[in-house]
């Protein structure tokens, strides 16, 4: 009835033993890729925000720009000619910016969606190298906001 002395048993405890070993292994390794998708998700989430405050910064720079070269043309101190090249080129410059702001979120929206996994790893890659591109960019960007405030600070001071 007990089966005990022909060592079934052992051999069914020994093996239930052997499952929840098993089970205890898959749930270390299932605790360790969480904390590590976690981690990754911090990153990601710290990396995105840094994305928006550079962009937004991008963003009161050129609003600021513009605002300036109202208050040029409101005090007519600088020429026309002048105040048209300025005007092209801080519109040219709003153009960059938009189309580094619309990069910036696709970029943004991919990157939740590997995150996600819903893009295959081979996506990560391009994704960080868009991001690398993105970060070249708008330091481009902040170079040449930097040049129009420094054409605008000349033109107010004539």
Known sequence: ??????????????????????????????????????????????????????????????????????????????????LAIIEADNEVLSQDLAKHMAHTRQTEIASRAIQDGALAAADHREIQESEARNREEGEKLDRRISEMRRRLARAAEN
């Open 1 to 82: 009835m007990c089966n005990l002395g022909n060592g079934n048993y052992d051999r069914r405890l020994k093996s239930r033993q052997d499952e929840l070993s098993i089970l205890d292994k898959t749930k270390a390794d299932l605790e360790k890729k969480l904390a590590s998708r976690k981690v990754d998700v911090q990153t990601l989430e710290t990396r995105i925000a840094e994305s928006r405050r550079r962009a937004e910064t991008r963003r009161a720079a050129s609003a600021a720009a513009a605002a300036e070269i109202a208050l040029l043309r409101e005090r007519h101190s600088v020429t026309k000619a002048e």
